[in-house]
């Protein structure tokens, strides 16, 4: 059987090449060993594009994830490539057009990023209703922070109203815990759900000025597309009450983050949790000012486990679409072409 | 009818006379309108204990409030006093059993607290775990925070153990948001549920010890009382998983707080959520010097509309007394006496 080398280790030819722009822990990808060959990243997180761009031609499988963009480049120069392997619901970071065109299938892992998300949007809701980021900040200051009555005081939680856009699996998870939180459901979506789905969260479906203007709560739950990009500028965040807080866990671009800035400065609306932004890492240096916004990193499927669990379904999508042995999260299909 | 003065206002001597240790707002108190007569703090927001002192000897009612102890003192100077009308479900700020002795009513205000403070306690162990408050707080500094893989990770909520210490009102409040996230509920209290009410959260009573050896989430929701206090020592926290996380929303002094500070240093447990300390206001600086805590100002039930809330629980308390309108929330019984 005849060998070569790839980055310095001698491969079975049967073997399908998988190449990883991220550096995975190698627990999660245990499943693959004896029948795939990977390369990931040895000394860093992950390669650059540069690196990819060199090593691509070998590699019938990529995978890319967060904010890598898989581009026209990538896809032209990878021209042993079968399978774009998405780690992350989110594909927007994919031409998936073009992958089609040219007969690659596309994948993303829908199902291990549904609780950690939602678990983090609901996070980001309490911490930044009841103030609890912003105690813990203020606390640590010379200033400190008002132990009395009402000062500096959050805002109620129980008996709200959460309006979700974008109601699919991680908002639907969203709103379990909501409901447990005693709040109340309304969402919009492209379509309307089953009434049973409805029945489930007592869930009413509104359009979308209509929950932005009875919602308490804003939770942005859908994907980044040319629908929902800045579907929240201006003329939005003014239709919502000014005792309103919105939370974004979905992606940066859904808002316009400057319309946010403002409204934010201006007390338009109450607050703001946000995982992600328009150009991440870089965040609007006037959010870091603001004390009516909770911060964090993208983090919102960040633990060990939860991406142990996101290599292991990608993983599996690898295997199934090889194999026929796991079922296969497709975003494409190639009679699409 | 006779008339006198109380602090430069004309009263009716037929009604009681209601002394507010704190600037309550007056919304809450309307209720007593026209029938009470209620003192309050007019350009601060607490009376001091000597100014307390001074007034109570004209007043049937006095409420205190947080960490404004009723003592031996104060109630041997309310020579009229007939009830003190918590503003907290807590009561170990009032000599309870000297009230008793000298045949003053106490109560307290059990209902208007439990989702406030479940809903807290909630974003707490969410805030910790996943990392929201350390994210928010380092992504403002110079330094940043990493947008990486793995790096700051936090911990997952979905499919871990909450151990709840003290399931009363607040722990099953906190236990039915905790099973909406994927959570298993461990408990240990003075006496054991009943099997239906274990069943709706499919709770699992344990001894204290195991309780903390098998959580990955201990939330203290107990009264302070002599057995409560200190409950949770250096021993205590040696039996917690070095992954384990601490809520504390019930009593800073159910806690060693000493001891908590070493386990965290040492990383013998993996953080802590804390609303309360021993000294409030004061925290111990270690405290907040750490990454692995997150701190709050004893606000568990701060929002305005909560603390509404609360107030008309307590006045109903008042009212209740007096005229029986409303049923009541009694702390003692004065045949204890």
């Known amino acids: 059987m005849a060998r070569f080398n790839i980055n310095g280790t001698v491969c079975n030819t049967e073997m399908k090449k998988i190449l990883s ?13 004896g029948k795939y060959k990977i390369v990931l990243p040895k000394d860093k997180s992950h390669f650059t594009k540069e690196e990819v761009m ?16 898989t581009d026209k480049e990538i896809i032209d120069r990878g021209t042993k490539l079968e399978l774009i392997s998405n780690y992350g619901v989110g594909f927007d970071n994919i031409d998936v057009d073009y992958a089609t065109k040219k007969g690659i299938a596309v994948t993303n892992i829908p199902y291990s990023v549904t609780e950690p998300t939602a678990e983090f949007a609901f996070g980001l809701l309490l911490a930044t209703a009841r103030g609890i980021a912003y105690y813990d900040r ?15 005081a959050g805002l109620p939680v129980f008996g709200k109203t959460l309006g979700i856009i974008g109601m699919g699996r991680i908002g639907q998870a969203l709103a379990r815990r909501a409901v447990a939180s005693g709040m109340k459901i309304i969402y919009h979506n ?5 009434e049973a789905i409805e029945k489930l ?11 932005l203007k009875e919602a308490d709560f804003v939770s942005l739950n859908v994907p980044s597309t040319p629908e929902t990009i800045r579907m929240i500028g201006e003329e939005q965040l003014n239709m919502m009450k000014p005792t309103a807080i919105l939370i974004n866990t979905a992606r940066g671009n859904v808002v316009d983050e400057k319309a946010l800035v403002k409204a934010l400065k201006e007390k338009k609306i109450w607050g703001a949790g946000l995982d992600v932004f328009e150009n991440e890492p870089h965040i609007s240096p006037e959010l870091l000012e603001l004390d009516n916004v909770v911060l964090t990193p993208h983090a919102a499927t960040k ?7 996101m290599a292991v ?19 494409n299909r190639l009679n699409d072409r």
């Open 21 to 33: 722009a991220y550096r995975l822990r190698p627990e999660g990808l245990k499943e693959l060993e």
């Open 303 to 309: 633990t060990v486990e939860y991406r142990h669990n």
């Open 54 to 69: 060199q090593l691509i031609p070998d590699f019938e499988v990529f995978i890319p994830a967060f904010n890598f963009y």
């Open 190 to 194: 492209r379509r309307r759900l089953d």
């Open 138 to 152: 203020k606390i640590r200051t010379p200033e400190g922070v008002s132990w009395g009555m009402y000062g500096e």
């Open 313 to 331: 379904e990608m993983v599996r999508n690898i295997i199934g679409f090889y194999e026929g042995t796991y079922p296969v999260s497709r975003v």
């Open 201 to 211: 969260y007592d869930a009413g479906y509104v359009s979308l000025e209509t929950l």
